[in-house]
């Protein structure tokens, strides 16, 4: 048990996210469900520690807002008092590929839902987890130094930055 009061005891998680609603061009009933529970599962359970905001003493939790500005990632990190901290820029280009392919199989696998076996459903669903694991592994690597996370929380983001992908 620490010393230390609970006020003062680091809170490395993200407590609010939100998504850059200019950035999100379209979304139907399958992608706002999608989104609401990557959000839903993000503040109940996550891990999220800015290092150089940590660094510098903010220890959370932290507000996050996601956008896409010119082909990058934007993660835009705040205090509980919505005090700026600090804004990171990650290139998307290595997202391109698993983006593309997760939407395609989240296609395939929400048409597969309405009339497909359930064998057929299960061999789709495991193909779109794959690619998402992939993706989340390779968020884990671009936010490397920047930022301390885990793979759950990781794969959540990657959720959430496709939807700021969907174009219609």
Not at 134 to 162: M, Q, S, V, W, Y
Request: hydrophobic letters at 40%; charged letters at 30%; glycine letters at 4%.
């Amino acid at each position: 048990m620490s010393d230390s009061p609970p006020s003062s005891r680091p809170d490395y998680r993200i407590a609010n996210i939100e998504l850059d609603e200019e950035t999100i061009l379209w979304r139907n009933a399958d992608v706002e469900q999608e989104r609401r529970v990557a959000i839903f599962d993000l503040i109940d359970e996550n891990t999220f520690k800015p290092v150089r905001s940590a660094e510098r003493g903010a220890h959370g939790p932290y507000h996050l807002t996601l956008a896409v500005i010119d082909g990058r990632l934007s993660l835009t990190i705040s205090d509980a008092s919505s005090n700026l901290l600090e804004t990171l820029l990650i290139g998307l280009a290595r997202f391109r590929r698993p983006i593309r392919e997760y939407f395609a199989i989240c296609d395939s696998y929400y048409q597969a839902i309405r009339k497909a076996t359930p064998s057929e459903i299960e061999t789709i669903d495991m193909a779109r987890r794959g690619i998402h694991d992939h993706a989340a592994e390779l968020l884990l690597e671009r936010l490397e130094g920047k930022i301390e996370t885990d793979f759950a929380t990781a794969r959540r983001l990657f959720t959430l930055i496709c939807v700021l992908h969907i174009k219609g």
